[in-house]
């Protein structure tokens, strides 16, 4: 049973920082991608950023683009979203998930953390 822990939510201003952590654990896989989802209210979820596990590549949507960096630690199969130059509508429950063949559906998902940025 694959599990997803998120950490490093919560309440900052515009224009600040906040880093998110989440570790995947359960089962080992060979070549997978992580990635972070965010779900404003009342809005749907949408894809903020991906890393492939294996060599690193990212993948960024245009609007969180040179704000956001994604990052990894393979040892530890934990991925990291440091979001700078925050904005009011970042604010959202942002998710992590697993693509767990690196083909673009993503299989397993965490509970969310909610990140909310003040004006």
């Known amino acids: 049973q694959v599990q997803l822990v998120e950490s490093g939510g919560g309440l900052v201003q515009a224009g600040g920082s906040v880093r998110l952590s989440c570790s995947a654990s359960?089962?080992?896989?060979?070549?997978?991608?992580m990635g972070w989802f965010r779900q404003a209210p009342g809005k749907e979820r949408i894809f903020v950023a991906h890393?492939?596990?294996?060599?690193?590549?990212?993948y960024y949507t245009n609007s969180v683009k040179g704000r956001f960096t994604i990052s990894r630690d393979s040892a530890k199969n934990t991925v990291y979203l440091q979001m700078n130059s925050l904005k009011p509508e970042d604010t959202a429950v942002y998710y992590c998930?697993?693509?767990?063949?690196?083909?673009?559906?993503?299989?397993?998902w965490g509970q969310g953390t909610q990140v909310t940025v003040s004006s």
């Open positions: 359960g089962r080992t896989f060979s070549d997978h991608v």
């Open positions: 890393i492939r596990m294996i060599d690193g590549s990212t």
């Open positions: 998930a697993v693509d767990d063949h690196a083909d673009g559906s993503y299989e397993y």
